[in-house]
């Protein structure tokens, strides 16, 4: 009786699929992951079409269909892999494997945001929660920023796309200029720094930073930094303010200036809160303009 097995056929264009793939990925200097992953289910199309062809072809004949054990063992690892697949295409790992794979990573800025001043505008409220920043201020009479971001891609064309939705928004109420930002909602994107330019004689207040890096040439009006994780802040030699922090721990006070330290009377019966609201100052000229900064793990202040 005449046997005909099954999987062979299957195995032998499944290589030579492959290996063309393969091939053509090198000479065109592409990725044949991408192709690999998303055509696996072409291995179950082939193999049900090698059953059904020789269940037909054998009807009328002494024949019968055989897997021996290493074309049973083929099989079933085709099977699993291709199952195995699946699982994970409907995860979505699949996708981020094949983003991983094909993506670039770029490093970029966005647009300038602009938004022009008159001297009805008296303070600038900047909501900041967990981003970094770094301010400077000018003599300009507008407040900009742009953000240096790093987009992963398969494109700059894609990269620039994504870069679109990262707006920022000005609105005004009465004497007050309050700016926010669009957060990325793609994974594919990370925002590393805010670049913001403030007019030197604009009160300015900041909340929630995660980092916020502070380079004062002038300062003109007063300024107050609420729960920010780390504030450097860089002085001009010739700077006319006074700088107040409260902070938990002397250590938290750092930098190349002689910091003077108040610690709060506490009674025996509070000795529990003996470390905290410590108060450090410095004074730079006359101290005719104030910064305050409230609840910094690390404020870090130096002369340039």
């Known amino acids: 009786m005449q046997q005909r097995r099954v999987g062979t056929l299957t195995m032998g264009v499944v290589l030579v699929i492959l290996g063309v793939t393969l091939f053509l990925s090198q000479l065109k200097a592409q990725s044949a992951t991408a192709f690999i992953i998303k055509g696996w289910p072409l291995v ?86 967990g981003l970094q920043f770094k301010i400077r201020t000018v003599t300009d009479n507008a407040v900009t920023t742009y953000a240096t971001a790093h987009v992963r891609a398969d494109s700059m064309e894609k990269a620039t796309e994504f870069l679109k939705n990262q707006e920022v928004i000005y609105h005004r109420q009465g004497d007050t200029l ?20 403030v007019p030197s004689d604009l009160a300015v207040e900041i909340d929630d930073a995660s980092f916020l890096r502070l380079h004062s040439e002038q300062i003109g009006a007063d300024w107050r930094i609420y729960n920010t994780d780390r504030v450097d802040v860089e002085i001009v030699e010739n700077a006319d303010l006074k700088l107040v922090a409260l902070v938990d721990h002397k250590e938290s006070l750092q930098g190349d200036i002689d910091w003077q330290i108040t610690e709060p009377e506490v009674s025996n019966e509070d000795s529990s809160e003996s470390n905290k609201n410590l108060r450090g100052e410095v004074t730079f000229g006359s101290g005719r303009h104030n910064i305050h900064i409230v609840d910094g793990n690390r404020i870090t202040v130096n002369k340039l």
């Open 44 to 129: 179950l199309i082939l193999l049900g079409c090698e059953v059904l062809w020789h269940s037909y072809t054998i009807k009328g004949e002494k024949a019968r269909l055989k897997y021996d054990i290493f074309s049973i063992f083929i099989v079933g690892v085709i099977c699993i892999v291709s199952l195995g697949f699946y699982g994970l295409t409907e995860v979505g790992l699949i996708s981020r494997i094949t983003d991983m794979v094909s993506n670039q990573s770029f490093t970029m800025s966005t647009e300038f945001a602009e938004f022009p001043m008159d001297t009805t505008i008296k303070k600038l409220v900047i909501d900041a929660p």
């Open 178 to 197: 309050y700016v926010s930002f669009n957060r990325p909602t793609s994974g594919n994107i990370y925002i590393s720094e805010y670049n913001v330019t």
